[in-house]
């Protein structure tokens, strides 16, 4: 029985909460928040838990095995170290850390001490990712050309992060999963229009063999907007999250060279097939997340969401503000 | 009357002559192409329409008052020099030349002839944009942030130009049509994945006063879209131009600066309220602009699509093309 | 303070008390349910609350002032019944009895006991059926000529009643409250397919002054569709409650009849202006409902969607019966 | 090489002469018109044409093979007659006739003239019509348990005939085709709201084995529709014919009949899998349908949709008009 102490009852926190609460094998041993408002909210749903304002009375708590951090990643690092060092497993927020350096030591530090750290990429364990991965990894999609997302919403704006840290992190920690290639280069663009924080970025990322992979997010978008197009060199998908069914459409597409001779001839050719789309698992990633957690830390496993993808995250978002505050240089990984 | 003689029978050529034809003023004298099988298509359906494989018959016709310079961009420049050399103004498709030498050379031609040049923006013809720049000229959006387009879909590859300046001359001379300001970076970033040529590419202008134009353009794309979205401090729009009807949403959405004081106060707070799909004229764009080619000609007006306009998208053309052999850098205009 | 006892905790009934439970002036007295398992999701959930089997021991309960009867239409009349003669108040589910003679007596006994019926009309309570009662009221639409709707999806099949019993209640309760008149005839059509309950099934019903109404209901669609015409003399309107936002759309469109005099002539003509999308509320629709149980309880207020409400409702479900039996012969109401 | 001769260059005359010019084996030998104004625009598009405002011109003439009836259904019979009497093959517009007993007439006539009757079911030339038939031949949808067709716009009122005849005969002579079976009985509601002719219309068509038909018809509609459900005992599928791509997606999903033995068990369970849209051939319909006339005619064929098509779907239009004047009564057929 892993008992789990969460730290953070904003927004995400209540999810991580009830998920813990449905899984055998673990106990909420503890929530803690700075805002009594959101210990009025645990109270009245869970009127079981103990409930704190003070980080510490869970990190040193015996009667506690992991800590879920789901605090502003500002605070990351110091309530993971506190953690790790009190000898806690970690599951810990996207995006990990603020800076490469804060990553690299949490990972050093849970090394050490033999403990557990994984990052909180929810979308690796969506039932659309997960079948992508499979097309990928089954060779139906070919060698992959580009990945293509747009994320764009009206809010929310965090206000200590700019939309870059606040919406890349998925889209990053997806490609790093789906690409499985080491990224050479990150361009950035974007712009701020209200409080400094840039807050409409446009992110480009090249990768080994001709893959690039291109993220659009925006706070100022009239709509929602949660669509990835994948291009390879057998097929096509989009990947389409906003749709109740049909998340991920395959396009038996695509494109061939052709030894075009004469000055008219077209040097390639098209071709343009069925669409199908495949039922795509429907259970809330996050409780299959923590559910994989628990067993990691049970059975002494290292997560595929390891300290170690947190950092190669982190590294593309230093990259991207690099290169946003040099007016879109490459800033080569 | 004014008799036009049009050079180019391929994909766009065909438009132009039917809705020469179509007009009051003006009569289409003669058909140009290099191919048989193209001019075969003009007699089938213009009988009476005297068609010639040689460019210079209509070039030196005494019966021309203006050439339709319907042909790939590489032979832009020496077809139109020869036209206005001949004392013939010039309808040309988009992108006006290959080279901002070359644009500007011909402006200076035209002027010394006192003749007009009119290049194929056809979107600033539609509906659509002309209803845009309304919302902007009366101030319904407010101050503009963003412009930002995704412009893709599978093929057409051209063989000797890449998707740039294929797809991206449109969303270009819109913006110079929207924003009304001198654009005053690009950054470009792309990859090239069969025949040696871009064939995605992500572009970031940047403008005064913080508004960032972005465009995405891919001929590898599963599925064809044509979607804009704007934002502007008051309001936001989307442009569907693949609509039937709708093709512009205004959404009462919009963003206000707050004093907040605490730490966990939001900065800034949203609004939401109606959103409002404007009627847009139907007509076909390419009959409103060759309608206002011949008035421009007649009356001896000066289009607003004229040589200079044609100029500016070259220059961001040329630009972007310099950014991505620079890996993204900065091009200052 | 009014205590409320719920029976039947199956699909809805969790909402119900998720909602009284969220409620001031309001508290959940006791669940009940048949079955073993429902009762320990209710203990999972809410330690606190008091379950059993018997729906006596909630019934004649002292410490309860009100019955929310959440179960299959077949028991309904026996629960409010019992509730009735035991001085409680009755919520209770759509549709509200199995005939109208049920429906009359449990009227007739509220009564006399001076107590008071609510029907679970639920989208009477929703933002995007407010809004349209509130652009009929004030004359946006004008005449009403049609209301048109469409509900169908894979299944659920219930194992006691038709598609009928089961979908079509939404929209008779919603066309009660739109249209505003008595109707005068049902017609019914449909099919059985699998084991003897009809699964897709079409109703009309006349109203006076040319209003008609039109439901398409199927449990054997592979799509989900809930999406409603509403034509009006002024303006006509699409209510697509499957959309996140712009549920309800509005069109400038309309028609007028002309006095065309030639044979060819067209005797009517169109209009086609603006489209727009009214904000709608977006509060949970049952949440606002009960709140107004309550205080309908509390001060001694009829609801409009009173015990005669759900009674109209069942007329028309029994007609529609009805009808089907004979082969699509009118029923008149 | 066959000679056609067009009456009627309203709407959609224009289409079948453009469409017969394209065709090899086929001249187009003139066009009749009432208008004069008609007449002028073939001059315009096709100045070789000869134009008479005299039916008999063309129905008498030696150098006439084929008389193309494309004017409103009033005049069909008198038209048609003639040109069979004066020994011409007879392409004709849906609906074939205004009754049963017109039709009959022109079948028995062609038959004992040995001439051909081709009714211009356009719709069972389409790739979309064409894949559903195939996956109905194929067996992969099963056995059909619905139609279910929603046809709705704003107009075109006619001046001479209701909605039912305007926009009907597409879904009948669809249904004609794919269920293959004779219709047991008809029931149609409906209302007139302006010039005293139906313009919104729900015609239930029961056929043998359990399959039931429904069409939704409706000239007061603000959105265009034109979707079709058909569900079947294996897979369903969805025809949404405004569609650029992916017209048709066939979904894997289905109800099986269970033995359900409790009182709460479900006495069916449902199936949910993959999605799939195959491709549609994307030639123009009336261009293949017109083809298929000459082929017909030159080779002695009788097609498939010859008199005896056009009278099916006659038959339930006429139904459908008697059981509308009779309150919705099932008229047998």
Redesign the interface.
């Known amino acids: 029985m892993i008992r789990v102490g969460v730290i953070g009852y904003g927004y995400w926190g209540p999810n991580v909460v009830r998920n813990l609460r449905s899984l055998d094998g673990c106990q909420v041993g503890g929530v803690c928040d700075q805002?009594p408002a959101a210990l009025k909210r645990v109270n009245q749903t869970y009127?079981?838990l103990p409930v704190t304002t003070k980080p510490s009375e869970l990190l040193i708590s015996t009667a506690i095995d992991a800590i879920a951090v789901v605090t502003p990643v500002s605070s990351h690092f110091e309530l993971a170290k506190a953690a790790l060092e009190n000898g806690k497993h970690v599951f810990i927020e996207k995006p990990f850390t603020s800076t490469t350096h804060e990553a690299e030591e949490l990972i050093e530090l849970a090394e050490r001490k033999n403990l557990r750290i994984m990052v909180d990429h929810t979308f690796l364990f969506t039932g659309a990712v997960r079948k992508i991965r499979e097309l990928i990894d089954e060779g139906v999609l070919g060698d992959l050309?580009?990945y293509?997302s747009?994320r764009?919403n009206?809010?929310?704006?965090q206000?200590d992060v700019s939309v870059v840290w606040d919406l890349a992190p998925h889209d990053l920690s997806i490609i790093d999963f789906l690409i499985q290639a080491k990224p050479e280069?990150v361009?950035a663009?974007?712009?701020?229009?209200?409080?400094g924080l840039v807050d409409?970025a446009?992110i480009?990322i090249?990768f080994p063999r001709?893959?690039?992979a291109?993220l659009?997010v925006?706070?100022?978008?009239?709509?929602?907007v949660r669509t990835t197009?994948i291009?390879g060199e057998k097929k096509?998908?989009?990947w389409n999250d906003?749709e109740?069914?049909?998340k991920i459409?395959v396009?038996?597409?695509g494109?061939q060279?052709n030894n075009?001779q004469g000055?008219?001839?077209?040097?390639?050719s098209?071709r343009?097939?069925?669409?199908?789309?495949?039922?795509v698992e429907q259970s809330e990633a996050l409780k299959v997340e923590l559910d994989y957690f628990i067993e990691c830390v049970t059975k002494g496993r290292t997560p595929l969401n390891d300290g170690a993808a947190g950092l190669r995250v982190v590294k593309m978002l230093e990259a991207a503000d690099q290169?946003l505050k040099a007016?879109?240089?490459?800033i080569e990984l």
Chains 1, 2, 3, 4 share one sequence.
Do not use: C, Q
């Open positions: 805002s009127p079981d050309y580009y293509d747009t764009v009206l809010g929310l704006f206000h280069a361009i663009t974007g712009e701020a229009h209200l409080n409409i446009f480009t090249y001709s893959t690039i291109h659009n925006n706070w100022l978008s009239p709509v929602k197009l291009g096509m998908l989009v906003l109740a069914d049909e459409k396009y038996d597409k494109v060279k075009g000055l008219y001839d077209l040097l390639v098209y343009s097939g069925d669409m199908w789309a495949p039922r290169s007016s879109g240089r490459a």
